[in-house]
């Protein structure tokens, strides 16, 4: 009884250190601007996006509660991740594909869970600088 009362309690205390953990990570802040200098501004190109997926799944992957998905869209964000990986692991003459169907792929997560995960994060930027009082440079 004593065992499973310690071992139940380890699991709640990482996960919920894992949780704070997360969004306390000194880099957060910067990793997130940089997500939403290219993902929530109407200028950049869709190459730039593109480009920089590699960005977004490892900023996904290392802040996992930073926003609340639905376990729906964990499973498509997930989904999305699987498909790009397998898509950048096939090789042709040596070499990963140059374009195609990621731009498809990529913009049917966009459509998707990966505008809501987007506008999320700028939401909760708009929300910590209200609270410290500061200005946002870019519009939504």
């Known amino acids: ?11 709640i205390l990482s996960v919920v250190c ?13 990793q997130r601007n940089h997500i939403l200098e290219i993902y ?6 869709d190459l730039t996006k593109e480009r ?12 996992p ?3 609340s998905l639905s376990d729906s869209e964990k499973q498509q964000f997930d989904r999305f991740i699987h498909n790009y990986r397998e898509f950048r692991t ?6 990963p594909p140059q374009g195609g169907t990621i731009g498809s792929m ?7 869970v990966g505008s809501r995960y987007i506008l999320s994060l700028f939401n909760q930027k708009q929300e910590g600088q209200a609270i410290h009082g500061t200005n946002s440079t870019v519009s939504p």
């Open 106 to 112: 990529f913009g049917n997560f966009l459509g998707r």
């Open 40 to 45: 929530h501004n109407p200028i950049v190109n």
């Open 1 to 11: 009884m004593v065992l499973y009362f310690s071992s139940l309690l380890a699991a």
């Open 18 to 30: 894992s949780v704070s953990a997360d969004i306390d990570c000194p880099n957060y802040d910067a």
């Open 90 to 95: 096939v090789l042709i003459d040596g070499v």
């Open 52 to 63: 920089n997926i590699p960005d977004l799944i490892s900023f996904y992957l290392r802040n």
């Open 65 to 67: 509660n930073a926003v």
